[in-house]
């Protein structure tokens, strides 16, 4: 088969900027995507509005310093500078802690591709289990149930490799995944010969990577340079290649990339009439809209309520439970690596094929709350994953060159994928002096681990040593464990979802408390942070959100 | 590294890159605005940013943090001197008051050890793992050991990893597919042998 060559597209409508259009989309990424995607088949005119650029053909080569050292299609520190504090203690310091790609298909652009569903007590874990001191964990106003039907229609749009078993712990699903499993690589056996010793569950990683040919697209060709790149091939299915691609085919949609939005504007009635963009010339233009759909990623997004202030909502707009940016979770990843006898070749193929989620709950004499799962991969390729060879024997010269190659096709990383407890005190803010290159108001991160995700990261680090063991190998290195990562890019909770306007920013359907044509979709929405791997949740809660807008918009209730 | 699984964020990325952490911030900051345009030759009348006595002396230095002794190609056959003259003059430009500060107290501390003439390319390779020992806690020689890597195994439009022979040696291939099985666990009878069954 032949590599595609670009992404055809459609003709596009070209809606004026002065007539509202039905809904203006800030986010082209797997939730504006996934918006777009469902309000234009139902009829709807959208213009989807991506601060990024298009990311085509061109740029998709196998270049890591390309892709790990520059802001190539993430965001640039130079252009869009954050300050970070480690607690509210702490003093500024200059670093961009959220991180996401700036680009059509947003970070699904480069991601790995897992695509877990939640189970029902990530839904409800704070009933269950309790609060801990210091965090603002809370339950989700929806249950798995409900989400469970936009679970299964994702899976179908996007194309999951997966496998159903029989686990009585696996959450209900109403189909099987569409596309079998990827073929197990080396870290996937050596991670189920490790579960196997252990008697760990364990299963086929649910990817966003086809397995087989899909709906036109191509099954991954084990290229190898997958985490941190976009896939030439178009296997790998980030919104570039299915969400966007499919509302453009409906040809309602008008994607424009380079379109920076720095406020969402309302009228004295408190209702959103649009939004101001910078095109990729810097000129500012104004869309109206009759809704706004807000999809910015949980950095963003608060950092543009926050700066959407006005006589009217002068804490920010949709921010009067003072929410928006609180609770933010990045997810906790706890990392172990080892080197085995046989060649494992872990730089061949997709970076994950087989997970365990045995320690998804945890004894709860361990008191802990929360879990996660593991995986066997090599996450970078081999320039970094050199430098990240352990210590334990020469580090340059003849005997270090001899361990190049081993470690290289060797070794392989058990990474651990955790949950983060919600706090009132980590979160986004608006930085009080820095601006961007536009003269925005910058985001400031304020985040420090919780005590009790300390904790699980070390009961994490415990199990990652005793399953790579078990899967063979002779030593385990570990790192030392850190109370704050050095970024972020699973950003989540900033807008939480919420029955009561007073401790939430949106309610059940994702529309803002306070601006009654103001939805918010994206990870900003999440109440918890689930077990590390938020993409496909944060797919269906977008397929959710946009079934209810398009019910509300036919009713005239927005 | 972009996800995490969290690319350029996550415990496991710190780990990686703890020891050149305030390198790579340096390299981010430097990356952003600066030229990129690769393919000058490795002639030294070519140079665009070190002296050829300074090219002499990172071809030396280099050489030995990744070796040729051993027949298998090293820091000179991949070219990361003309790699590393080109990152100065370009996306690593920040870096170059620590190169050349790093690369002149060297050669003072060579000819203190040595002698006036002396200079680390004319010494022993003995001689020259010695001085390299003796400074290799500090950050010029975490800088230069980085950058031979990178330039051992970058892609050669960055000026080094020749003809691929970074590539080559470590074991990574230039390709756009790979079929399985890919290495030694998951070939279907070592699988069937470890796991009773074939995923």
């Known amino acids: 088969m032949q590599m595609p060559t670009a992404q055809p597209d459609p003709t596009q409508p070209s809606y004026p900027t002065d007539t509202p259009v039905d809904f203006v989309i800030i986010g082209s990424g797997i939730a504006g ?20 650029r298009r990311v085509g053909p061109a740029d998709m080569e ?34 961009n802690f959220a991180q996401y790609a700036r680009a059509v298909g947003g ?19 704070a009933s269950k289990r309790g609060v801990p001191a210091g965090s603002t964990l809370a339950d989700w106003p929806i249950t798995y149930e409900e989400l469970e039907p936009y679970y299964t229609a994702v899976e179908y749009a996007v194309g999951v490799s997966g496998e159903a078993n029989d686990d009585p712990r696996e959450p209900m699903r109403s189909k099987p995944y569409p596309l079998p499993p990827l073929n197990a690589h080396g870290p996937g056996v050596l991670l189920e010969v490790g579960a196997k010793k252990l008697g760990w569950s364990s299963k086929a ?38 969400m966007v691609p499919e509302a453009l085919a409906s040809g309602k949609c008008e994607l424009r990339p380079n379109s920076y939005v720095r406020k969402i504007e309302t009228d004295a009635a408190g209702r959103a009439t649009g939004v101001v963009y910078f095109d990729k010339d810097k000129r500012e233009i104004v869309q109206k809209a009759k809704a706004v759909v807000l999809c910015a990623n949980g950095a963003e997004t608060p950092r543009l309520l926050l700066n959407s202030k006005s006589n009217r909502f002068p804490d920010g707009l949709a921010n009067s439970s003072g929410m928006v940016g609180k609770n933010l979770m990045p997810n906790g990843n706890v990392s172990s ?88 005190t980590n979160g986004v803010t608006i930085d009080p002096e820095l601006k961007d290159a536009w003269g925005v108001p910058a985001i400031r991160v304020t985040y420090k ?31 030392e464990l850190q109370d704050a990562p050095g970024s972020a890019v699973h950003l989540l909770g900033t807008a939480r979802m919420g029955n009561d306007p007073k401790t939430s920013v949106v309610d059940k359907y994702h529309r803002a408390h306070d601006v009654k044509n103001l939805f918010i979709v994206d990870g900003s929405s999440f109440v918890t942070s689930g077990r590390g791997q938020p993409t496909m949740t944060i797919n269906a809660l977008a397929f959710r959100a946009a079934d209810h807008i398009a019910d509300f918009a036919r009713k005239g209730e927005i | ?60 230095i280099t050489a030995r943090i ?134």
């Open chain 1, 62 to 95: 196998h270049d890591e310093l390309g892709a790990f050292m520059w802001p190539r299609w993430t965001n640039d520190p130079a252009l869009s500078p954050q300050t970070y504090k480690k607690g509210p203690e702490a003093k500024v310091e200059s670093r």
């Open chain 1, 449 to 479: 681990e919780h005590e009790h995700d300390m904790r699980l990261f070390k009961h994490f680090q415990g199990l990652g040593r005793e399953l790579l063991t078990a899967a063979g190998a002779k030593k385990v290195h570990t790192g």
């Open chain 1, 33 to 52: 995507g996934s918006v777009a995607r469902e309000l234009t088949r139902n009829g709807f005119s959208v213009v989807l509005l991506e601060q990024g």
């Open chain 1, 205 to 242: 990683a649910p990817m966003a990577i086809l397995s087989r040919e899909y709906k036109g697209r191509q099954p991954c060709h084990n290229c190898g340079f997958c985490l941190a790149f976009p896939c030439e091939w178009g296997a790998k299915s980030g919104a570039n290649w299915t």
């Open chain 1, 337 to 424: 690596t080892a080197e085995f006898e046989h060649e494992v070749a872990a730089h061949k193929g997709p970076v994950v094929t087989r997970i365990t989620q045995e320690p998804y709950e945890l004894d709860p004499k361990l008191n802990l709350i929360g879990g996660g799962g593991f995986d066997f991969r090599m996450s970078v390729p081999a320039l970094m994953w050199t430098l990240g060879m352990p210590d334990d024997g020469p580090m340059w010269g003849a005997g270090f060159k001899q361990r190049m190659r081993p470690w290289f096709n060797n070794s392989i990383e058990a990474l651990g994928h955790t949950t983060s407890l919600p706090s009132a």
């Open chain 1, 107 to 125: 970070t699904t652009l480069h991601f790995t591709g897992n695509f877990w569903r939640f189970r029902p007590i990530d839904f409800h874990e």
């Open chain 2, 1 to 60: 590294m972009q996800d995490s699984e969290q690319v350029g964020t996550t415990v496991s990325r710190r780990e990686f890159v703890a020891g050149v952490a305030a390198l790579s911030a340096v390299w981010l900051v430097a990356g952003t605005a600066c030229a990129r345009e690769g393919g000058l030759p490795s002639d030294t009348a070519k140079l665009v940013h070190l002296t050829p006595d300074q090219a002499t002396q990172v071809d030396a």
């Open chain 2, 66 to 199: 990744l070796p040729s002794d051993d027949g298998t190609p090293g820091a000179k056959e991949a070219g990361v001197t003309s790699f590393i003259d080109q990152m100065l003059n370009g996306f690593a430009k920040e870096q170059a008051p620590l190169f050349t500060e790093g690369l002149a107290s060297l050669s003072a501390a060579v000819t203190k050890a040595h002698g006036a003439s002396a200079t680390f390319a004319s010494l022993t390779t003995a001689q020259q793992d010695a001085m390299l020992t003796s400074i290799e806690k500090t950050p010029f020689f975490g800088a230069i050991r980085f950058a031979t890597l990178a330039g051992f195994l970058s892609l050669p439009k960055y000026g080094g990893n020749k003809d691929y022979v970074g590539w080559k040696f470590i074991g990574q291939e230039l390709a756009m597919e790979h079929k399985a099985p890919f290495g030694w666990y998951d070939r279907p009878e070592n699988q069937q042998a470890l796991l009773g069954r074939v995923l």
